[in-house]
């Protein structure tokens, strides 16, 4: 933790300083201390941190429960105690305060930094998010602790948040599978930014790219929203939809499945697909990029069945084409050119 003038920072900056030290994958035993003790000084370090929790919905269901007493009552009770109470939660023996005539609204307070402590550390730990992905040609299967399975395709990153109310799965980049285990209590979110593609129990696909997210859905039902779209779309199975800058597109039926999943099997399946289109599909597959500099060749469409690591075959079929002519590129990648190329072969 960077090292930080606690006078210098108002309270609310305190505690947003504090919410994202405890929010770190491994906060430090002596940060832990620490925000205890910075909870256990003021009424009004309670009163900022709650605030904060309920911005973050971090009581609202679940195993993390709040007590029977209302947060507005434990707020009230630990603001009339004083704000020049001061009531560590672990004093040493030569320091612990002389009784206090006040001792049902020092209690009081020292309830509300207590069951606040408590419920902070529950919520940090329960929220924090568990991180998988694959490198360039991996592809990974990772098996959540709800029984739902994520197969994560070339290139992949996720990071997994399952709370007691919600599963949460941020697509952070790439494409991926989701079969998803049934728990009518807790909805399974899959985040793209502002995009959320919910379901309960079914399986369905995300395909994030640099301007555009594709959702299909394989089995069952599943909702997709968008900050940019009035309402929500649901999706059935052989069901597919793009959401991009301007919100959700019409929602496309009768997809082939097989074709849609075949890159869980090492496959690419094209039909009737712009060679330009193809190109980039094999680049994200493997370090040997083809770079196609024909703008007529890019935009030929053609059809066929690819092993994903199989670029020699895809070259050759570029190769093969009158006027076209494909080179190394000096790092095990090729260019291909054609006698309508916008720029010479070199």
């Not at 679940?62 to 009230?76: H, S, T, Y």
């Not at 006040?102 to 940090?124: D, E, K, M, N, Q």
């Not at 991180?131 to 990974?140: A, D, M, V, Y």
Request: charged content about 30%; some cysteine; glycine content about 6%.
């Amino acid at each position: 933790m960077t090292e930080v003038n606690e006078e210098m920072l108002t309270v609310p900056e305190q505690a947003a300083r504090w919410w994202r030290v405890m929010q770190d994958d491994e906060p430090s035993a002596g940060e832990k201390r620490a925000f205890a003790a910075w909870v256990a000084e003021s009424p009004k370090h309670i009163e900022e941190m709650l605030r904060l929790a309920q911005i973050h919905r971090a009581f609202s269901r679940g195993q993390v429960r709040w007590p029977e007493d209302a947060a507005e009552a434990l707020i009230r009770a630990a603001k009339t105690a004083g704000e020049d109470t001061v009531v560590p939660l672990w004093p040493p023996r030569s320091s612990r305060p002389e009784p206090t005539r006040r001792p049902v609204r020092v209690a009081a307070f020292g309830l509300a930094a207590t069951v606040l402590l408590a419920v902070c550390v529950s919520w940090f730990a329960l929220s924090r998010a568990e991180s998988f992905e694959t490198k360039i040609g991996e592809q990974r299967s990772v098996m959540l602790d709800d029984g739902s399975r994520i197969t994560l395709n070339t290139a992949s990153r996720i990071e997994v948040r399952l709370r007691p109310d919600r599963r949460v799965i941020d697509l952070v980049r790439g494409e991926a599978l989701f079969e998803v285990a049934h728990d009518a209590q807790r909805p399974f979110d899959v985040r793209i930014d502002d995009t959320v593609a919910r379901a309960v129990g079914t399986q369905f696909e995300v395909d994030r790219r640099d301007n555009r997210t594709v959702v299909t859905v394989v089995e069952g039902r599943v909702a997709v929203t968008s900050a940019a779209a009035a309402a929500p779309h649901l999706l059935s199975a052989g069901e597919r939809i793009t959401v991009d800058s301007t919100g959700l597109g019409a929602v496309e039926k009768g997809i082939k499945l097989d074709d849609a999943t075949a890159w869980t099997r090492r496959q690419l399946v094209f039909r009737r697909r712009p060679l330009g289109e193809i190109a980039e599909e094999f680049n994200r597959y493997n370090a040997a990029q083809v770079h196609i500099q024909s703008d007529t060749l890019r935009k030929q469409e053609v059809s066929g069945i690819f092993r994903t690591d199989d670029v020699s075959s895809f070259v050759a079929l570029l190769a093969s084409k009158p006027g076209v002519r494909v080179v190394g590129d000096g790092s095990g990648g090729y260019v291909v050119t054609s006698d309508d190329s916008a720029s010479p072969h070199r």
